[in-house]
């Protein structure tokens, strides 16, 4: 893998880590929910494949930024894995909107430059 698709891979992995603990702000979720939620708050932009979602889900869980537990759903007679956002996933959070902002002005000051800039 080149240096750039690394860095083109941290970025849409950091992105969607920051959707996942954005989600998880809301309550508790198991994959599916937070992957439709993704999927409808974008009006579909967003297509989450259970080959990205879940290793995301995973990874977070690894660095304790999410907690996962087994539970049986309110409405359905079945198990579902449970992810909750940690109190060390809401401080990143914190850290993950702040840098996505800043790129996304970085990134619109090059699109749409000032009138004054041209």
Same mark, same amino acid.
Request: no cysteine.
């Given at each position: 893998?080149?240096?750039?698709? *690394?860095?083109?891979? &941290?970025? %849409? *992995?950091?992105? %969607?880590?920051? %959707?996942?603990?954005?989600?998880? %702000?809301?309550?508790?979720? +198991?994959? +599916?929910?937070?992957?439709? +939620?993704?999927? @409808?708050?974008?009006? =579909?932009?967003? *297509?989450?494949? +259970?080959? &990205?979602?879940?290793?995301?889900?995973? @990874?977070?869980?690894?660095?304790?930024?999410? &907690?996962?537990?087994?539970?049986?759903?309110?409405?359905?007679? @079945? $198990?579902?894995?449970?992810?909750?956002?940690?109190?060390?996933?809401?401080?990143?959070?914190?850290? =993950? =909107? &702040? *840098?996505?902002?800043?790129?996304? $002005?970085?990134?619109? @000051?090059?699109?749409?430059?000032?009138?004054? =800039?041209?």
């Amino acid at each position: 893998m080149t240096k750039e698709t *690394q860095n083109r891979a &941290s970025v %849409l *992995q950091g992105t %969607l880590d920051m %959707l996942i603990l954005r989600t998880l %702000l809301y309550g508790a979720a +198991h994959g +599916h929910q937070i992957g439709k +939620h993704i999927q @409808r708050t974008t009006n =579909e932009f967003l *297509q989450m494949q +259970h080959g &990205s979602l879940y290793p995301a889900l995973h @990874r977070l869980e690894k660095r304790d930024w999410v &907690s996962a537990k087994w539970e049986t759903a309110p409405d359905r007679n @079945r $198990e579902f894995k449970y992810y909750r956002l940690t109190d060390k996933g809401k401080k990143q959070l914190v850290v =993950e =909107e &702040s *840098q996505w902002k800043q790129m996304a $002005e970085a990134v619109a @000051r090059v699109m749409w430059p000032a009138a004054e =800039e041209r």
